[in-house]
């Protein structure tokens, strides 16, 4: 049977609810915080009272991309879960090669090493001490997606093996991925390489995709099968048009919505209102929600993007390998 798989365990798709596709509750420290010190910290009662609104206007579920060894700390998010009652999907894979020094492991380990490390995250427990060596203390706190990043572009050289690694692991355990368009750009080079290694693109998510405001470059990707997650809504400058509100009614004249789902990226304590940013974690399911309906987008299609599209994407497929 299908399920997806949380910090506090294996739950039916269908009690996933309302669901925030990409978001980081905390980036705990590491070479991320040095270079971009407004990166939200791992400080759990922040993080818990930044998520009471949403809350209110029906939150349930919420996609963590923030993977291994860049400041992901599997025990708060799981206490995170556990004091806000929400189901919380932590990630195992790597993220961009500028979060990590020039003798990082990522670097130096080939895609079948890279996958056993993603898999016994999925499997076993992600590593209290998040893969920065030399021990490794499994949790009981499972990972639920298979984050990894490409470059701008499309895939580099460096990852292109942790694309491979991501599909190795993927075809072993099930295991969604969810990646990272830099810019928007690349999904289609991301989609041909992950195909190439036998990936179910039918469980994998392109983020950040929006920023191409491009109705044939969304066409393609959603030909594949594939999904896509726009967390641009609240950038668009004041005065310049939404775009992406302009892609979700391409999206619905197109009929394309089954494979949508929104988040907000919002890693940065700038956007959080208990550090008294904006516009706030309540945004999406708030004020850009409404704007949704003002611009015609059903009611169907809504309840789509929030909850049927992401409990498809995020449960485990058929194990293949």
């Not at 269908?14 to 040095?34: C, D, N, V």
């Not at 993977?67 to 556990?82: F, H, M, Q, T, Y």
């Not at 895609?111 to 499997?123: G, H, S």
Request: glycine share 12%; proline share 6%.
């Amino acid at each position: 049977m299908p399920f997806v798989r949380t910090v506090h365990g294996d739950i039916d798709p269908a009690e996933l609810g309302p669901t925030y596709a990409h978001e980081h509750l905390a980036i705990a420290g590491g070479r991320p915080r040095e270079l971009f010190p407004d990166f939200v910290p791992g400080d759990v009662d922040e993080a818990v009272e930044e998520l009471g609104e949403p809350m209110l206007l029906g939150l349930r579920a919420v996609v963590d991309g923030m993977p291994a060894d860049a400041g992901r700390d599997v025990l708060v998010l799981a206490e995170i879960a556990s004091r806000t009652g929400l189901h919380v999907i932590a990630p195992t894979g790597l993220h961009h090669e500028r979060y990590y020094d020039d003798r990082h492991w990522s670097l130096r380990l080939v895609p079948d090493e890279l996958a056993e490390l993603f898999e016994a995250d999925i499997e076993i427990g992600i590593d209290a001490l998040d893969y920065g060596g030399p021990a490794v203390r499994r949790t009981p706190h499972r990972a639920g997606v298979i984050k990894v990043a490409g470059s701008e572009g499309g895939p580099s050289a460096r990852d292109a093996r942790i694309f491979a690694a991501a599909a190795l692991a993927q075809r072993r355990t099930g295991c969604p991925i969810l990646t990272h368009c830099e810019h928007g750009t690349g999904a289609i080079e991301q989609l041909g390489l992950l195909r190439e290694h036998g990936a179910d693109l039918g469980h994998v998510i392109l983020s950040h995709t929006d920023k191409r405001v491009d109705r044939s470059y969304h066409q393609e990707i959603l030909a594949s099968g594939a999904f896509v997650e726009y967390d641009q809504s609240f950038r668009w400058p004041d005065g310049q048009p939404n775009g992406t509100l302009q892609l979700l009614e391409w999206i619905e004249e197109d009929g394309l919505g089954g494979q949508v789902m929104l988040g907000m990226d919002a890693a940065r304590r700038g956007y959080w209102r208990v550090y008294g940013g904006r516009p706030g974690m309540s945004f999406l399911l708030g004020p850009f929600r409404d704007a949704m309906r003002a611009r015609g987008i059903s009611e169907a299609s809504i309840q789509g993007y929030f909850v049927a599209n992401p409990a498809r994407a995020f449960a485990f497929g058929e194990v293949q390998a």
